[in-house]
C-alpha cells in the first residue's frame, strides 16, 4: 500500500531534549516536506526536499534540522525543542509532475508537546 | 493581504443541502489549484485539483476564475461525512515552487 509513515504518532518531551520524528515513503517520490499545523496559522512549511542530499528552508526553519541521505527518510531533528514548537507536525511527499504538482501523501501525524 | 484567504466558517448546513465555497489568491501567475479535505487533527487529503475549464467529481465541483483570481468548491446533496475542513492550495512556480495553503473553511452537516 502506498502511503507515508510517520513515528511517533505522539510525543511529550521536556525542553532540550534532542528528539527526531521519522518519516518514510514508499512510493519513490523525489519531493518530500515537513509541515506544521496550528490553530489560527494553518499549515506552515518547515523544510523541504526536492531529492536526495537536496533539502531547503521552508516559512518556519528555525529550532529544526533535516537530513536526506536516501530517497525513502526524511526524518525531522529538534536539536533543542522548545515549548513554542509544540504543535501537529506533517510530513508529505509527492511525484513532481510536468504540472509541477502532482498530488501530496500526508503521513498521520505527530503531536508534539514540548513541557 | 494574504497570499490565500478564505472564509474560515463554520458553515453548518442540513443533509442534503448544497454549500459552496471560495477562496482568494493574491498572485496573478499562480498556476495550479487544489482542494483538501482534513479532519479534525488528521492529515489533509487531496479532494480535487482544479482546473481551467472547471472539474465535477460527484456531488463536488471545483472552478476557477482566474480574472477575479479566486477558486471555488461546490458541494452539492451534502452528506454528515462531509463534515471537514476544506483547504485551499495555490501553487506558483516563481514563489520558489512552493504550495501555498489557504486557512481552511470548516463546514458542519447536521442531521
Known amino acids: 500500500e502506498a502511503q507515508v509513515t510517520q513515528n511517533p504518532r505522539y510525543l511529550i518531551t521536556v525542553t532540550g531534549k534532542k528528539l527526531t520524528v521519522t518519516c518514510s515513503q514508499n512510493m519513490n517520490h523525489e519531493y518530500m516536506s515537513w509541515y506544521r499545523q496550528d490553530p489560527g496559522l494553518g499549515l506552515r512549511q518547515i523544510y523541504y526536499?526536492?531529492?536526495?542530499?537536496?533539502?531547503d528552508k521552508g516559512d518556519v526553519p528555525e529550532g529544526y534540522k533535516v537530513s536526506r541521505k536516501e530517497k525513502r527518510n526524511f526524518p525531522l531533528i529538534l536539536e533543542s525543542p522548545s515549548p513554542n514548537q509544540t504543535s501537529l507536525y506533517f510530513c508529505?511527499?509527492?511525484?513532481?509532475?510536468?504540472?509541477?504538482?502532482?498530488?501530496?501523501?500526508f503521513g498521520s501525524g505527530t503531536q508534539l508537546s514540548v513541557l | 493581504r494574504k497570499e490565500v484567504e478564505q472564509d474560515p466558517g463554520p458553515f453548518n448546513v442540513p443533509e442534503g443541502a448544497t454549500v459552496a465555497f471560495n477562496c482568494t489568491y493574491s498572485?496573478?501567475?499562480?498556476?495550479?489549484f487544489f482542494w483538501y479535505r482534513q479532519d479534525c487533527r488528521k492529515e489533509p487529503k487531496l479532494l480535487m485539483s482544479?482546473?481551467?475549464?472547471?472539474n465535477e467529481d460527484g456531488r463536488f465541483t471545483a472552478q476557477l476564475n482566474r480574472a477575479s483570481q479566486y477558486i471555488s468548491l461546490l458541494i452539492r446533496d451534502s452528506k454528515l461525512s462531509d463534515s471537514a475542513t476544506y483547504l485551499c492550495?495555490?501553487?506558483?512556480?516563481?514563489?520558489?515552487?512552493?504550495?501555498?495553503w489557504g486557512l481552511g473553511t470548516s463546514l458542519a452537516v447536521n442531521p
Open positions: 508529505a511527499s509527492s511525484l513532481r509532475g510536468q504540472a509541477g504538482w502532482e498530488k501530496l501523501f
Open positions: 526536499s526536492m531529492n536526495v542530499e537536496v533539502t
Open positions: 498572485n496573478s501567475a499562480s498556476q495550479s
Open positions: 492550495v495555490v501553487y506558483n512556480a516563481g514563489n520558489n515552487r512552493k504550495l501555498i
Open positions: 482544479v482546473y481551467s475549464s472547471g
